[in-house]
């Protein structure tokens, strides 16, 4: 089967960095995704690591060892709008995706 | 690029009573993927097709629930019997063949059975 586990909830200020970390078991292993959920919509992609190393999209970078089954994400000069749920998600056996419980981050003024 | 939509928004059904729900991915998308999502948890994997292939199903996936994609455009999923416990946002997605690690999501339906 497989397992994700991720922090439950994370508290930053604005301006500041916060690092959202993930670790996984799984089979059949291809990557690992990043999605975002505001409260009441849909889950938004973010960021894909199919490769060890760290991947930068603006003020989200994303980072993966498979040696280790980690990742994390990385969200630097916070603003109030990230505050969100923060999933990151397993992709396995090619077309099959595992999502963890989410991080929820609140961003406080 | 209308992005995928979702139909109905929220339905509200007696226990017991079959609901069908609608979704249209993004026109050139060929992979279109079914989750569930429960409060506090992540998006739960249902089912997933390649244009009009159903080509897995979740074993989580009682035989209450059926998908269909006919002509490999639009899916529906229909919950026959329902039950307290199918109470949930159910969600859609849509990717590209080569690039299945980008799922695009519509808003979902939350279901409420009584």
């Known amino acids: 089967g497989q397992s994700l586990e991720q922090p439950s909830e994370v508290t930053a200020v604005e301006g500041a960095i916060v690092q959202i970390n993930c670790t996984y078991q799984t089979s059949g292993f291809y990557g690992l995704s990043w999605y975002q959920q505001h409260d009441g919509g849909a889950p938004t992609f973010l960021s894909y690591?199919?490769?060890?190393g760290l991947e930068e999209t603006g003020r989200f970078s994303s980072f993966l060892s498979r040696s280790d089954s980690y990742g994390y994400l990385l969200l630097q000069e916070l603003q109030m709008k990230d505050s969100a749920s923060y999933f990151c998600?397993?992709?396995?056996?090619?077309?099959?995706?595992?999502f963890g419980s989410g991080t929820k981050l609140n961003v406080k003024p | 690029d209308t992005g995928v939509s979702q139909d109905p928004r929220h339905k509200i059904t007696k226990r017991g009573q079959n609901v069908t729900f609608r979704c249209d991915p993004i026109?050139?998308?060929?992979?279109l993927y079914w989750y569930r999502q429960t409060l506090g948890q992540g998006p739960e994997f249902l089912t997933y097709f390649q244009n009009e292939a159903q080509l897995e199903k979740s074993r989580l996936l009682s035989d209450r629930f059926s998908a269909e994609r006919p002509k490999g455009s639009f899916s529906t999923l229909e919950i026959q019997r329902t039950e307290q416990g199918d109470s949930a946002m159910y969600l859609c997605a849509s990717s590209l063949a080569g690039g299945e690690e980008t799922q695009y999501f519509g808003p979902g339906t939350r279901l409420l059975v009584l």
């Open positions: 690591n199919a490769l060890d």
């Open positions: 026109s050139e998308h060929n992979r």
């Open positions: 998600a397993v992709r396995y056996n090619f077309n099959k995706f595992y």
